[in-house]
T-cell receptor
Framework: GQNIDQPTEMTATEGAIVQINCTYQ??????LFWYQQHAGEAPTFLSY????GLEEKGRFSSFLSRSKGYSYLLLKELQMKDSASYLC?????????FGAGTRLFVKA | GAVVSQHPSWVICKSGTSVKIECRSL??????MFWYRQFPKQSLMLMAT?????????EQGVEKDKFLINHASLTLSTLTVTSAHPEDSSFYIC??????????????FGPGTRLTVT
């Protein structure tokens, strides 16, 4: 497999900040996706990192370290609607391989 | 924006029958489409890469004779689950990469098809 690891579940409070980590195998690596998926729906695109560093898009930011095989998704000002699964996916060799996903529960 | 549709959105079939799922790119041409399968509380597992005008490339462990893929045009790929069994019950999702895209990793997902085999 592609050895993509991310936590299974996380719980955070509305209004708080949460960081979801993802580690992956670096061989043949091209880039790293983050997707959001609500239950029973298809994934929706959040970010795609190819270069090292932090990319910010509103309340969501994504970080990549190519040398460490590490990425994280940062969600700020959490809202109840952010309760979903967050999928980390690596690209390489013309394919996108998904991690198992992190189920985030946002509580009031 | 790039829109991908799937039909049907859900289907129930009897064990032993075949089911065809369509994936269409509505406002762009897609040389490459991908088929994924997702079991409850699990992530997307890539089944195969579908290329227009050529045979699909299947991932290890996916039976090509059971999951028939046809990509006859630049806007349509079909997945046929043959001789379906209850263990084939799953959420099937396709994605499409625009032919005009500068990145082979740009992909847009369809809404998914929930298959239940009884």
């Amino acid at each position: 497999g592609q050895n993509i690891d991310q936590p299974t579940e996380m719980t955070a409070t509305e209004g708080a900040i949460v960081q979801i980590n993802c580690t992956y195998q670096t061989s043949g690596f091209n880039g790293l996706f983050w997707y959001q998926q609500h239950a029973g729906e298809a994934p929706t695109f959040l970010s795609y990192n190819v270069l090292d560093g932090l990319e910010e898009k509103g309340r969501f930011s994504s970080f990549l370290s190519r040398s460490k095989g590490y990425s994280y998704l940062l969600l700020k000002e959490l809202q109840m609607k952010d309760s979903a699964s967050y999928l980390c996916a690596r690209t390489g060799g013309f394919k996108t391989i998904f991690g198992a996903g992190t189920r985030l529960f946002v509580k009031a | 924006g790039a829109v991908v549709s799937q039909h049907p959105s859900w289907v129930i079939c009897k064990s032993g029958t075949s089911v065809k799922i369509e994936c269409r790119s509505l406002d762009f041409q897609a040389t490459t489409m991908f088929w994924y399968r997702q079991f409850p509380k699990q992530s997307l597992m890539l089944m195969a890469t579908s290329n227009e005008g050529s045979k699909a490339t299947y991932e290890q462990g996916v039976e090509k004779d059971k999951f028939l893929i046809n990509h006859a045009s630049l806007t349509l790929s079909t997945l046929t689950v043959t001789s379906a069994h209850p263990e084939d019950s799953s959420f099937y999702i396709c994605s499409a990469t625009p032919s005009a895209s500068g990145s082979s990793y740009e992909q847009y997902f369809g809404p998914g098809t929930r298959l239940t085999v009884t």
